[in-house]
């Protein structure tokens, strides 16, 4: 439904791997979601989430090396706003199947994975707790091998946590971010004008027989706020980080009445 321009933006904004995967990805048919998939690529980003070929049922991670440490992104949506999948391509966008994301990030290790990274467009709108299911399908997700969890969908901030799953050999940590909220976008009120940037510290050490082991040694949620004001006649729009702009209650474009809010 966006402009292509918004690719330009996110391609220049320094952004590299792009979830495709949420409700809204078939609002323009599959016809919508092929332009989307061709317009991330044409700018070098690597989206995630959806699939044009079905060369395979199972989702390719999308793998990214860093400093010796190889991550593995898939990302999947609970839904598409009651659009069925295209009968010709019912492999188009990945839903949440439990099943299916096992497999993923099972693939994803096999390809030498060292983090698995998932992205859930999950839970409910403006709801600034996780809800049972969110909970339930996150704890599914680490189990099954996922190290990190990023939500969205509920357009608010939610909680982040570490959470352990199994017992014995079977145990298993991970990270989840249940919604980062709103980056930038044109909704305000109830919290909706808030995101956050979400910062984590991954640490890969070896054990004496050589076996890799990973740790997520360090998380950091850097609140965010959309700022959107009038210039030369047109609505503009800033992404700024809120406790820096809250303790310096100097900038001239905000509003005094909001630096106590923020």
Do not use: C
Request: aromatic share 8%; hydrophobic share 40%; charged share 25%.
């Amino acid at each position: 439904n966006a402009p292509q321009e918004m690719a330009d933006a996110l391609a220049a904004s320094g952004f590299d791997i792009i979830s495709v995967a949420n409700n809204h990805i078939l609002d323009q048919g599959k016809e919508g979601t092929i332009a989307t998939l061709h317009a991330l690529k044409d700018r070098g980003l690597l989206p995630i989430g959806a699939s044009e070929d079905g060369v395979s049922a199972r989702q390719e991670a999308v793998l990214s090396e860093k400093n010796g440490i190889t991550a593995a992104f898939l990302a999947y949506t609970y839904g598409t706003n009651g659009i069925p999948l295209p009968q010709d391509k019912p492999y188009l966008v990945y839903l949440i199947d439990e099943q299916r994301m096992k497999d993923d990030i099972a693939l994803a290790r096999e390809r030498g994975a060292d983090v698995v990274v998932v992205s859930l467009h999950f839970g409910n709108e403006y709801q600034r707790r996780p809800t049972d299911e969110q909970r339930r399908i996150a704890e599914a997700v680490i189990a099954s091998g996922a190290d990190i969890i990023l939500g969205h969908h509920p357009h608010v901030l939610q909680p982040y946590e570490r959470i352990q799953t199994g017992s014995g050999e079977d145990a298993r940590t991970g990270f989840v971010m249940y919604s980062l909220g709103n980056f930038i976008s044109n909704q305000f009120g109830d919290y909706k004008e808030y995101g956050a940037i979400l910062k984590l510290t991954i640490r890969k050490s070896y054990l004496p027989d050589g076996t890799p082991e990973i740790e997520i040694a360090g998380t950091e949620a850097i609140p965010t706020w959309v700022h959107k004001y009038r210039e030369g006649g047109k609505s503009k729009y800033r992404i700024l980080p809120i406790e820096a702009v809250a303790a310096d209650a100097n900038d001239p474009l905000i509003a005094k009445r909001m630096f106590p809010v923020l």
